[in-house]
């Protein structure tokens, strides 16, 4: 519904659409719902903290597609200057939103059935840590 009022003013105008934006913010709104829970806004939108991810991972700036390709290359290189392929604002960014949306669920015991309550049964049977639990969050993110 959100998409469909976004997009009828853009439908009565004549002229073209960019909707490789649009589709992405939909699909990043879309992902952050199912899985998390989260309502992102990015619709319309575009300097959302999910959306500037996002973008950080799918459309990094030519020097992080260098470093990758270094990291991908040499693991002597990669470990003598400890390159990652997240930027730390990325590992950040879902480190905490998964801290603040597991403290949330716990304080107010908000259950959905969805990725992250299973992720977090998993975490507090003990079968995977905290950093695992994020990072399993960050790629069923990417994956969506």
């Known amino acids: 519904d959100r998409m469909i009022d976004y997009l009828m003013p853009m439908a009565e105008k004549d002229g073209s659409v960019e ?4 589709l992405s913010s939909y ?4 992902i952050a719902s199912v899985a998390f829970g989260l309502e992102t806004e990015c619709l319309g939108h575009p300097d959302s903290p999910f959306r500037k991810v996002g973008k950080a991972v799918f ?8 470093k990758n ?17 997240n930027s730390q604002e990325t590992i950040d960014f879902f480190m ?16 959905r059935n969805d990725f992250f309550q299973l ?24 994956a969506g």
């Open 19 to 22: 909707m490789k934006e649009i």
């Open 27 to 30: 699909t990043t709104e879309s």
């Open 59 to 66: 459309e990094p700036p030519a020097w992080e597609n260098i």
């Open 69 to 85: 390709f270094i990291a991908i290359s040499s693991e002597t290189i990669t470990n003598l200057f400890n390159l990652g392929f």
């Open 96 to 111: 905490g939103t998964v801290k603040d949306t597991m403290k949330y669920r716990e304080e107010k015991n908000y259950e």
């Open 119 to 142: 992720a977090m049964k998993i975490y507090k049977d003990n079968q995977m840590t905290f950093n695992e639990m994020a990072a399993n969050c960050f790629v069923f993110f990417l």
